[in-house]
């Protein structure tokens, strides 16, 4: 990820830090509307998350341009989301939901390097997560 890309991406986030919390509970609400399975690796309650998903979103914009200290934190949640029967195909879902949400929230300040941007960063916490998950299984 380049400087601009970076740069994109934190900039984009800070506008989302009043409602973070509420912009993952919109992208869990809409999962349980369109994937109704997927919704069922949550908790009913699903408060708890909202603040520490959104923290994670923090933590990997502050850390983009130097991804490598995220893989390892990546890989434990990977692990954990695998327990909870998470899919790589799953994780495909949850983007495209968190980039919707993201793209709805900013309007027309998120624009096609915005998308761009934090499509590398998910893709990027994806294949870290999936790794993570990989561990799992192979120690299975």
Request: glycine content about 6%.
């Amino acid at each position: 990820m380049d400087r601009i890309q970076a740069h994109l991406v934190r900039s984009s986030l800070e506008d989302f830090c009043l409602c973070g919390p509420a912009l993952v509970s919109s992208v869990i609400r809409n999962l349980g509307d369109h994937y109704p399975d997927l919704r069922g690796l949550f908790p009913d309650d699903t408060s708890r998350y909202h603040v520490r998903w959104f923290a994670t979103l923090q933590q990997v914009a502050r850390f983009c341009d130097t991804f490598h200290r995220l893989e390892k934190p990546l890989g434990e949640l990977g692990k954990q989301a695998a327990a909870c029967g998470a899919t790589a195909a799953h994780y495909r879902i949850v983007r495209n939901e968190l980039l919707q949400a993201m793209a709805d929230l900013a309007g027309d300040a998120w624009t096609a390097d915005t998308a761009n941007s934090w499509s590398l960063v998910l893709d990027a916490m994806t294949g870290a997560m999936l790794a993570g998950a990989m561990d799992i299984r192979r120690a299975a």
